[in-house]
């Protein structure tokens, strides 16, 4: 089992930053890409940004330039830096671990609001 404890959302204005921080704790012996997701409104839950084992880092098409994903594999949390916030990014993000078995875990969320 794994463990996941996201922080730091909260409320921005437009053009604002905020930096969410995960903590992963357990199993982590198998733990695979790790990463951060959202769920806009009448849509699927979406690829915010992760990074997998070997360090390689993906981000959904719509933070590219803005978010920076950061993950410190000896103390295993991962970061998400959001930059240039805009009102679409508000969202509950969520942070996944995924084992090489094919498991995933799911953190509870940290709420973001961007406001114009």
């Known amino acids: 089992q794994v463990q996941l404890v996201e922080s730091g959302g909260g409320a921005v204005q437009v053009g604002g930053s905020l930096k969410l921080s995960c903590a992963a704790s357990?199993?982590?012996?198998?733990?695979?890409?790790m990463g951060w997701y959202r769920q806009p409104p009448g849509n699927k839950r979406e690829l915010v940004a992760l990074?997998?084992?070997?360090?390689?880092?993906r981000y959904g098409d719509s933070v590219k330039g803005r978010f920076t994903i950061f993950r410190d594999h000896d103390n295993h949390t991962i970061d998400l830096y959001m930059n240039s916030l805009l009102p679409g990014d508000s969202d509950v993000y969520v942070c996944?671990?995924?084992?090489?078995?094919?498991?995933?875990?799911w953190g509870k969320g940290t709420r973001v609001t961007v406001s114009s």
């Open positions: 996944k671990a995924e084992n090489r078995f094919g498991v995933d875990y």
């Open positions: 357990g199993n982590m012996r198998n733990v695979g890409d």
């Open positions: 990074v997998t084992r070997f360090g390689v880092e």
